[in-house]
């Protein structure tokens, strides 16, 4: 059984930065794609963020050049680092795991809200 477990998500003003975090714990094993994805009410789920192994990492346009995201392949873990935040980066950001044949992986959810 794998599980992630997220943490970092909070209230920030507009112009300021969080940064995500996301363990990948239990049985896991050749990790794919690390990624992080968010969902705003009313809105499908969307990417925001994915690295695979070996790989560059590809970001949603409306992050691109404000949001990183990195791995700590020893740890299993995965990190989204969100600066210049705007009302619009609000929502609930999932970190997902792609491994193993087919396997995938959701956490729990974060919220983070940007106030204006």
């Known amino acids: 059984q794998v599980q992630l477990v997220e943490s970092g998500g909070g209230l920030v003003q507009a112009g300021g930065s969080l940064r995500l975090s996301c363990a990948a714990v239990?049985?896991?094993?050749?990790?794919?794609?690390m990624g992080w994805y968010r969902q705003t009410p009313g809105k499908q789920r969307e990417l925001v963020a994915r690295v695979i192994s070996g790989g560059v990492p590809n970001y949603a346009d409306s992050v691109k050049g404000r949001f990183t995201i990195s791995r700590d392949n020893a740890k299993n873990m995965v990190y989204l680092q969100m600066n210049s935040l705007t009302p619009e980066d609000t929502g609930v950001y999932y970190c997902?795991?792609?491994?193993?044949?087919?396997?995938?992986?959701w956490g729990q959810g974060t919220q983070v809200t940007v106030s204006s």
């Open positions: 997902n795991v792609a491994y193993g044949s087919g396997y995938d992986a």
């Open positions: 239990g049985s896991i094993f050749s990790i794919n794609v």
